[in-house]
């Protein structure tokens, strides 16, 4: 009675079995041992594989939209900062983006997107007066993090021009200074560089500038070398820093371009930020009128005041670069697929990816403070520096598991993590390496300097 039964259940499952199915199935393994396999399965095992492949079997589940943004911080600007924020996105999206590789690739610049980038109205953003909008450093920060999403070499390319440059002038240029040169440069009708940083000294800036400056009458006579100095090479003015050989404080000069005894000549060879124009410069008995002096800059507090308030944006660059490689790592995953699924199933990815969002996420909060403190008034050295360190140690951190999760597609431009990786290296080092930070940070908590 029960093999009449048996025979009965199997010739009616042979009736609503897809005959072709199963051939398809066959090829794929084998029968007879996966068979086996689900008829030693409990009722509870078997109802929760069901379950898994009923659901697996409905509308393909669009993946989450790739968003470095975690906690949402840019949903708090307000309507109109949002909308300048989102401009900047898609400018960069459809103007640098495209690009981008190539320029880096070549070490050249894209000359043609300055127009572009004018239009977007987001030159000394956060200064009062003389065209600039005056507006917030929060959203002055989500800017620089959306330039370094995409590209740090752009990001700093409009850092050094809006931030160092037009800085400089904004808090240590006179009245006439200020209306002379400032509305033509936030049109970005003239390009400014910032030359601080010498081939023999640069953390120790402060007390040991190499290039000097001597007052003869209405002129002041500049000898020395500088180094790094970006957009030198094509930039309208260049702010040089040298110390007075007469009180041995430092002073801050407009150098215009094509002065004599100014020579900017271009660095070749550079493996990060390669489409930034960086240049050699070389002052001989270079001839700066008292009234390009800035009138304001008299000791090294005053470039230090500049500095305070740009270290602060290549936090936000560090955070930029650090988002653009986390999405882009992100996209990958959910894209490469190997042993028949995407990697982003795969624990050790999403473990590694989820890492990642951790530290952008943590750099992200803390810039955001930093901006609400500079915006307040209440910015201090030890603020931006801690910001400096902590932002690009973890961005390093994320482009190097970005670039793990790219195997060996991440050494290939194409895919532009390998640009980030580079880049990143970069932001770590300049506006103050992680010891000389480490130490404005630690004299503020302890009360003792650690400088020697």
């Known amino acids: 009675m029960n093999l009449f039964k048996s025979i009965s259940q199997i010739r009616d499952l042979l009736k609503s079995i897809d005959i072709e199915a199963v051939a398809k199935l066959s090829r794929k393994v084998d029968l007879n041992q996966l068979m086996g396999a689900v008829s030693k399965m409990s009722e509870e095992d078997l109802g929760k594989m069901l379950k898994f492949m009923q659901a697996g079997a409905g509308k393909k589940k669009e993946p989450p939209i790739v968003n470095g943004d975690f906690y949402e911080l840019g949903a708090t600007l307000n309507p109109e900062?949002?909308?300048?924020?989102?401009?900047?996105?898609?400018?960069?999206?459809?103007?640098?983006?495209?690009?981008?590789?190539?320029?880096?690739?070549?070490?050249?610049?894209?000359?043609?997107?300055?127009?572009?980038?004018?239009?977007l109205n987001i030159c000394g953003l956060t200064y009062h007066g003389y065209g600039c909008a005056g507006r917030s450093a929060l959203l002055e920060g989500f800017i620089a993090m959306e330039m370094a999403r995409v590209d740090s070499s752009i990001s700093t390319f409009f850092g050094v021009h809006s931030g160092l440059a037009m800085g400089s002038i904004y808090l240590c240029g006179s009245e006439e200074q200020k209306q002379q040169?400032?509305?033509?440069?936030?049109?970005?009708?003239?390009?400014?560089?910032?030359?601080?940083?010498?081939?023999?000294?640069?953390?120790?800036?402060?007390?040991?500038?190499?290039?000097?400056?001597?007052?003869?009458?209405?002129?002041?006579?500049?000898?020395?070398?500088?180094?790094?100095?970006?957009?030198?090479?094509?930039?309208d003015i260049t702010i040089i820093w040298a110390r007075n050989v007469d009180d041995n404080q430092v002073k801050g000069f407009i150098v215009r371009k094509g002065n004599p005894g100014f020579k900017a000549e271009k660095m070749e060879?550079?493996?990060?930020?390669?489409?930034?124009?960086?240049?050699?410069?070389?002052?001989?008995?270079?001839?700066?009128?008292?009234?390009d002096r800035l009138q304001n800059a008299n000791s090294f507090k005053d470039t230090a005041n500049v500095l305070r308030m740009t270290r602060a944006g290549v936090a936000w660059q560090a955070v930029g670069c650090g988002r653009g490689a986390y999405e882009l790592a992100l996209k990958y995953t959910m894209e490469r697929k190997q042993f028949g699924r995407p990697i982003a199933g795969f624990q050790l990815v999403q473990d590694l990816l989820v890492t990642m969002l951790g530290d952008l996420t943590a750099m992200q909060t803390m810039v955001y403070r930093l901006s609400q403190l500079q915006d307040a008034g209440d910015l201090a050295d030890e603020h931006a520096s801690l910001a400096k360190v902590f932002c690009t140690l973890r961005m390093r951190s994320i482009?190097?598991?970005?670039?793990?999760?790219?195997?060996?597609?991440?050494?290939?431009?194409?895919?532009?993590?390998?640009r980030f990786v580079a880049d990143a290296e970069a932001i770590y080092s300049y506006e103050g390496t992680k010891e000389i930070n480490s130490l404005i940070v630690g004299r503020a908590i302890t009360g003792e300097s650690a400088f020697v």
């Open 81 to 119: 900062e949002r909308e300048i924020q989102l401009k900047v996105r898609e400018f960069m999206e459809t103007e640098i983006r495209p690009i981008a590789n190539y320029y880096w690739n070549n070490a050249q610049f894209p000359m043609h997107v300055i127009p572009l980038m004018a239009k």
């Open 181 to 235: 040169w400032l509305p033509v440069m936030q049109r970005m009708e003239l390009i400014g560089a910032f030359g601080l940083t010498e081939p023999e000294v640069g953390s120790g800036a402060a007390g040991g500038l190499t290039t000097t400056c001597k007052r003869e009458g209405d002129e002041w006579v500049i000898n020395g070398q500088k180094k790094w100095i970006g957009n030198a090479t094509f930039s």
């Open 269 to 291: 060879d550079k493996m990060a930020l390669r489409t930034v124009q960086n240049a050699l410069i070389t002052l001989t008995d270079c001839r700066v009128p008292e009234a």
């Open 399 to 418: 482009v190097d598991h970005a670039r793990e999760l790219f195997g060996g597609n991440g050494i290939l431009l194409e895919y532009d993590i390998a």
